[in-house]
Structure formats: structure tokens, C-alpha cells
């Protein structure tokens, strides 16, 4: 019998030279740990020819893997990926930014405009529960985001109290630098709905105060991250989910920062609370959106020959310490690729209720589609046309990232260059398999 690898399934080979085998259809991974066993074979073909005479162990094994779609008996060709125009018909995703682009910190390498500090009021609020009726989604996510959000949460207060006494549902989530949560705030923003935090601590003391740095003397960035994170922890707000990143560079590496990270990190979360995931990012300046344009920004980013090497490096500690890392579960995910900014009913939303769809380019004269009138209607202009547009073509009909891509991974440099890019998954296959593999046996899945 003939068998080949359909398309949506990669492959990668451990440090210990097992046979790593996961399917990007059904999130499903398998480890082919025996080199004399059959399947073994694959790692170098994409075809696997068998015998009647194999042993019924390895029989049920194959039979195991047609079953869960790592073989088949025809060459597939056909799409699997859910219709996100389908998925996101009805609902709608707002990042709101109540206090602008304002905050109080002054982060080197930060790419905004803190000189906006217009902040949403009352008049706010009301405008934008009109557009929210009007749209009347089916689903509706309010992310908050700035600047610094949590300088006005007020408003994010008077809103919720505005959908609650509507009887709209939604899901709430904030970024946050998290110097402004304590006890109290928390209580605040969870009462107000917002239950998934993403809040960055950038590595060891040293090195988190010189990158983020506050604009008040009284205020020490680190410790005060530090209580947040120690916040949560202790509260009993057991659906919370926190997302920490840790933006990186070599400094964040070196062997006694790394160690000193460690040593207070894991005393203040401990790797048995699960709301807590960890995603490091390397330091860069993306999209040329930089807004300082100096050495001193400049000099904090990741060299580009060494962003793997400082982010699986940070990836292995955590992983090693008993912590979730968060890239592969958005990597496995229906549109964990694609870029919020793709979906038509997405909108970036500052205090003159203009409509934006990216967060990174705020000033990009093309990042402007609209905006909010006083009857909550939306007036868009040409430039939405460019968002949404489907930039996916041939190539991704058979690409095994097709369901958490979707053509979209970044729209803005689609339509800077007006032809889709793929994501960087692409390029490191073997990279991406082994690390989606190693997270689904931590939870429990195949080994062969």
C-alpha cells in the first residue's frame, strides 16, 4: 500500500533523532521515537510504501496515522482552512485607546507618539455604544491600548457600565506596561470585564529599567511590574489569562541576567498558575515605525543574525522551568497568524473616534480608513479597501499555514508592496514544528 504525507502535516527530527510528525488541520502530533519502525521512513520521503508482511503493532500505528490524517492514500489538494471572512462576519473587534497615545513611561525603543494625549469621555462612550448597536455584532472583543490605557480607567469603567446596562456581551483584554495595577485597579478592570491581560517585563532589573524607563523619579518600572504580576497571581480570578512578553536582546541572555531574571520571576509566579503565558519578542524596530529614529533606540535592538538564538533560548528556559509559552498556541490556532488588522469588522479606535486598522503605524496616512460620526455611523474612505482585501493567491492552497495565516499575516507590508508576504513560519519549518510538537506532548497527545 502507498501512502503520502498530505501537505498540512510537517516534519522535523529531534535532538535524539526522533521523527517529529505534526498536523496543522486537526492540531494533532505524533513522535516516531523507533527507527526501525516503518514510518520512520518519512523522514526522508513524503511517500511511504508498505507491505502486508509490516507487524500488527505497526499496522495499528499506520492505521493511527490515517486515521488523524498524517498519511493518506490520495495526494490532497484541496484547502482546509476555515473561511475567516465566514468566522468574522458578524463579529467585531475594537482596540480602543482611552488616553491616546499617552504614558507614563518613556520606553527607548517604543515607536509612538506620546504628545497624543487626548483622552475618550462620556461623549466617547456614547458614541461608541451607538456604533456598537449599529453593527450589532454577534461577538464582540473590546481590547484597551495606548500609550498606556490604564491613565484614563475611567472611561474603560463608564463604558462597561454603558454594554452592561444594554445587555451587550463582550470579552475584554488590555496591554498594559502594568505599573498602575495593584489590588484595587485590578479589581476595577476585571468588574469592567477586561479578563486577558498583556503586561512586558523586560528581562532583569537592570536591563527592564534602562529599556522601560518611568518618567517619574518616584516610580521604579521593575518593581512595580513586579507587583502586578505578583497581583494577579494572588488573586482569585481564576479565568484570568495573562500573557507576559518579555522583549529581548543579547543583553537579556547573558548568563547572570538571565539568572537574576529567573530567580525573581519565579518567586513571584510560579509555574503552576496557568493563567500565565510567556512570550518573548525581540527587540526591533518594526516597520521602519520608530518614532525616535537615534542611537539610543537603535542601540537596544536584537541583532537580526541573533533573534532566534535569543528567543528559542528564552523559550527553553521557561519551557524548562515548568511555563507555558504562548507562540504555539497562537500559532495552532484558526487565524493565530493573521493579523487582526485583515478583518473587515477590526478597528483601531483614538479618542476623535478616527478609525485606524493597525497599531503600529498609527501616523501612516494609509492606516486611517474613517471614522465614528456622532450617529455612531461609520464613515470609511478608500483606504479600507486595501485592508481587506485578500492578498492570498495559489501558493497558499497547499501551504500547511493556510488555516492560521490566511493570507494576512501582516496586511500593512501587503499592501506596502501590494503582493502577499508569508509569515516567518515559512522560512524555519523544521524550527516551528518541533516547538508546536514539544508544547501539544506536554499536553498529553501521541507518541508512536
Same mark, same amino acid.
Given at each position: ?175 498594559t506596561n502594568g505599573t498602575l495595577l495593584n489590588s484595587k485597579t485590578l479589581d476595577i478592570l476585571y ?13 532583569? =532589573?537592570?536591563?527592564?529599567?534602562? @529599556? ?5 523619579? &518616584?516610580?521604579?518600572?521593575? +518593581? *512595580?511590574? #513586579? !507587583? ?52 518573548? =519578542?525581540?527587540?526591533?524596530?518594526? @516597520? ?5 529614529? &537615534?542611537?539610543?533606540?537603535? +542601540? *537596544?535592538? #536584537? !541583532? ?52 485606524? =486598522? ?91
Open positions: 500500500m502507498n501512502y503520502t504525507i498530505p501537505y498540512w502535516v510537517t516534519k522535523s527530527i529531534s535532538d535524539k533523532e526522533e521523527l517529529l510528525l505534526f498536523n496543522w488541520k486537526n492540531n494533532k502530533s505524533a513522535i516516531i521515537f523507533e527507527k526501525n519502525h516503518p514510518a520512520y521512513a518519512l523522514n526522508n520521503s513524503a511517500e511511504l510504501h508498505l507491505n502486508s508482511s509490516i507487524s500488527s503493532d505497526h499496522a495499528s500505528d499506520i492505521n493511527w496515522l490515517c486515521e488523524y490524517e498524517f498519511l493518506s492514500k490520495n495526494k490532497e489538494t484541496k484547502p482546509f482552512k476555515q473561511d475567516q471572512k465566514k468566522l468574522n462576519a458578524n463579529s467585531l473587534h475594537l482596540i480602543l485607546l482611552p488616553a491616546g497615545e499617552a504614558c507614563n513611561l518613556d520606553c527607548v525603543y517604543c515607536y509612538e507618539d506620546h504628545s497624543y494625549k487626548k483622552r475618550m469621555n462620556e461623549e466617547s462612550a456614547i458614541n461608541l455604544i451607538k456604533f456598537i448597536e449599529n453593527k450589532n455584532p454577534s461577538e464582540l472583543n473590546i481590547e484597551y491600548f495606548g500609550g498606556e490605557p490604564m491613565l484614563n480607567t475611567k472611561f474603560i469603567e463608564l463604558l462597561s457600565k454603558l454594554l452592561y446596562e444594554r445587555n451587550i456581551k463582550f470579552k475584554g483584554s488590555i496591554t468588574a469592567a470585564g477586561v479578563k486577558s491581560f498583556q503586561i512586558t517585563i523586560d528581562g532583569s =532589573k537592570n536591563l527592564h529599567n534602562n @529599556l522601560r524607563i518611568s518618567k517619574s523619579k &518616584n516610580l521604579d518600572s521593575y +518593581d *512595580t511590574v #513586579c !507587583n502586578a504580576l505578583r497581583t494577579i497571581h494572588k488573586s482569585n480570578y481564576s479565568d484570568i489569562i495573562c500573557t507576559v512578553r518579555i522583549n529581548a536582546n543579547q543583553e537579556t541572555i547573558k548568563k547572570q541576567n538571565i539568572s537574576d531574571f529567573l530567580k525573581d520571576f519565579t518567586a513571584i509566579i510560579p509555574a503552576t498558575d496557568q493563567r500565565f503565558l510567556i512570550l518573548p =519578542k525581540p527587540i526591533g524596530d518594526y @516597520l521602519s515605525a520608530n518614532l525616535k529614529g &537615534n542611537s539610543q533606540a537603535t +542601540d *537596544t535592538y #536584537c !541583532n537580526k543574525n541573533s533573534i532566534n538564538e535569543v528567543v528559542d533560548f528564552l523559550e527553553r528556559v521557561f519551557t524548562e522551568s515548568g511555563y507555558i509559552i504562548a507562540d504555539p498556541v497562537m500559532l495552532t490556532k484558526t487565524g493565530g497568524y493573521s493579523c487582526y488588522a485583515g478583518n473587515a469588522n477590526s478597528f483601531v479606535i483614538n479618542p476623535d473616534l478616527k478609525l485606524f =486598522k493597525c497599531t503600529v503605524a498609527l501616523d501612516d496616512p494609509v492606516n486611517l480608513v474613517g471614522y465614528i460620526d456622532q450617529k455612531g455611523e461609520t464613515q470609511l474612505n478608500s483606504n479600507i479597501s486595501l485592508w481587506t482585501k485578500d492578498y492570498s493567491n495559489s501558493g497558499c492552497t497547499n501551504c500547511f499555514a493556510q488555516n492560521t495565516c490566511s493570507g494576512n499575516s501582516c496586511p500593512l507590508i501587503n499592501i506596502k508592496d501590494n503582493i502577499k508576504h508569508c509569515p516567518p513560519i515559512k522560512q524555519e519549518i523544521e524550527k516551528i514544528t518541533s516547538k508546536v510538537v514539544r508544547f501539544y506532548e506536554s499536553m498529553s497527545d501521541a507518541k508512536i
